[in-house]
């Protein structure tokens, strides 16, 4: 193995470990603040990724119509629930609120012709996919972890497999059973010495040590983030501190979706995205979310481009095992954890 | 006896009755995989029975279509339903060879002919007692393996990397690959396998370059047939690369682009039914189901996989007369004799080929069941 193999493996492995850290954040973001270990991550990359594509190819993708869906579901419910308690002044924010960006980007693809949806600037189009994709979040965790906030991780878990099959299966109905790729953002290469950069390679480095920033900003600079910061410490004292719990659980699902759609749509172009792709991708997530103990992010981020790393090389030295190297990683990591840190038993009611 | 256990014992009696439709009604049990990974299979497949016909020699023939979710439990459940409930005459399935091998069973167990639309030879090799009840509509791997290394003879090919699948497929191609390429005197320099749903392959593309093969052959279904062939371009690779017929959908095309031009491999001849040859004994055959499919679901939206489920109809519905000159459908009778009609096709033309069965060749396909195509400008064009 020469140099050039040595680097054009490791910034194959940095370009897919910088994905794996994104949704590794995600994972431990929406654990922390939920309790829930979101297997379902993987599907917003593959929405965001398909929605895209459905754009691109100027059709209405399906995606939207779950949105609207949901968002009257939780329009019927919360509504009914406001009617009772007769807050009727309540009524136009929930409405508004679950439902009117959905309602909106229907109307507005929908009322555009095909060649004029898949002719739209790329930026707009991106921002249409995500305008879909992360009200998904938000209304997902109305509907699906709301009602059993308070229930054990196991619960939570079982629901969130439940969820993950679920979004699998609608993923089929809307998109079919074949592979799309998108368009890059820009085409070219940068040459660096004997390395030859995508354009695409860049985008998604700097789009993911950019949302990092941005994330990081956020959890230390603004309210909302003090209050993920502060339901993920302690639920009960930040309720005690008049933080809605169920405002922080909306929001790290909106984030969570906004991260796995932008992942998504980041990938799409260096390779074919299927409806199940996601689960693979947000289970590589996983493992270095694991690493980083489900608690820590910038463990779990490098965990995550280690992963990446990792499996680039294993895919030159023994592609077969790929995968088994990858996973079987996460024994070691566990032993030392279970070693090292402080085990304490979660209080079941 | 109770009531409760009279009812108990009355209701299935009751529900069976009304179940069983008049004795003339052919039933035709269908399991196929229309979701899960091999849902690009099971969807044409579920159109093509749609397309079949549903009168043969005067005799109305029900399809009962079932989806197997690529799982071959399910498959399993699926058979024993359509032959306990529908009292089915014969079952097509089901799409991929696993699934396929676990119905064989309870085929046998319940002496139903059952007509697998999957790749894999080991179907219907090596001819048991088993397999006496089992056809296969789609040619076998070796069928097209073969075209591929005469057409590397042809071309001067002497070493060849393969990357493929790293499951039954891709480890079943470089098997039958390996095995007749090496008659040849062809040299395999690197085997690499990557999974399905990968996002990047360069690692095992970078080992590929540093073999320097004269051509690369990926081993792959469908759309994730792209990402090799467009990494290895991408790498700045120059050989040839030959792709195998489990790509041969629109779907690929279009995810593949201007990545996929060049590509060569071997096509049942329906893929390209429109540039056959007039003297060619398969086109008026293919070119039949060609546009049947397309006047229904589209101009391109052909792929081989439905062609195999209308081939199976095709060996059906030329079994059929035959069998009920024996015997009345719906009796194990009619199951036997619409076997033994089907095991005695003799030059059937079909979408794919000219089925030739026989007491030892279930499947019946000859050289004539494939060509070699290569991806010119977006579509297919046959070498000639």
Known sequence: ?349 | MSRKTLIAALLPLATGLAAVPAWADINVGVSLAATGPAASLGIPEKNSIALLPTTVAGQKVNYIVLDDATDSTTAVKNIKKLISENKVDLVIGSSTTPSSLAMMDVAVENETPMISMAGSAIVVEPMDAKRHWVFKSAQNDAHMATAIVEHMTNNNVHSVAFIGFADAYGQGWFKEFAKIAEARKIKIVANESYQRNDTSVTGQTLKILAAKPDAVLVGAAGTPAVLPQKTLKEKGYKGAIYQTHGVANADFLRVGGKDVEGALLPVGPMMVAEQLPNDNPVKKSALEYVKKYEGVHGKGSISSFGGHAWDAGVLLSNAIPAALKKAQPGTKEFRKALRDAIEGSKNLPAAHGIFNMTPQDHQGFDQRARVMVKVENGTWKLIK
């Open chain 1, 1 to 349: 193995m020469d140099l050039q193999i040595l680097l054009l493996l490791g910034q194959d492995g940095l370009t897919n470990g910088a994905i794996y850290a994104l949704l590794a954040l995600a994972l431990v973001l929406v654990f922390a603040v939920t309790r829930v270990i979101f297997l379902p991550q993987g599907e917003f990359v593959a929405y965001g990724a398909l929605t895209l594509a459905a754009i691109q190819a100027g059709k209405l993708p399906g995606t939207v119509w779950l949105a609207v869906i949901l968002g009257i579901a939780v329009v019927l419910i919360d509504g009914g629930l406001a009617l009772k308690s007769g807050n009727l002044k309540r009524l136009p924010r929930i409405v508004l609120g679950n439902l009117g960006l959905p309602l909106v980007l229907l109307g507005l693809i929908s009322g555009l012709e095909a060649e004029a949806l898949a002719a739209l600037a790329l930026p707009l189009q991106i921002l249409l996919t995500l305008g879909i994709v992360v009200p998904l979040g938000p209304l997902l965790y109305r509907l699906v972890f709301q009602p059993i906030a308070e229930a054990s991780s196991l619960v939570l878990l079982i629901v969130a497999v439940a969820l993950h099959m679920t979004l699998i299966g609608l993923g089929l109905v809307f998109f079919g059973a074949e592979g799309f790729r998108t368009q890059p953002f820009s085409d070219g290469a940068l040459e660096i010495g004997p390395l030859l950069l995508q354009h695409q390679t860049l985008w998604i480095l700097f789009a993911s040590a950019a949302l990092i920033a941005v994330l990081y900003v956020l959890f230390e600079r603004t309210v909302y983030g003090k209050a993920l910061r502060a339901t993920a410490l302690n639920r009960t004292g930040a309720r005690l501190m008049g933080i809605s719990t169920t405002m922080a659980g909306k929001l790290s699902l909106g984030l969570a979706a906004f991260i796995g759609a932008l992942s998504g749509v980041l990938v799409s172009p260096m390779t074919t995205l299927y409806y199940d792709s996601g689960f693979l991708i947000g289970l590589k997530g996983f493992v270095g979310a694991i690493i980083g103990g489900l608690a820590s992010y910038p463990v779990a981020a490098l965990g995550a481009v280690l992963v990446g790393l990792l499996e680039s090389y294993s895919s030159f030295y023994a592609s077969a095992f790929k995968e088994v190297i990858v996973f079987t990683l996460i024994i070691p990591v566990l032993v030392w954890r279970s070693l090292t840190s402080h085990h304490v038993e979660e209080e079941e009611e």
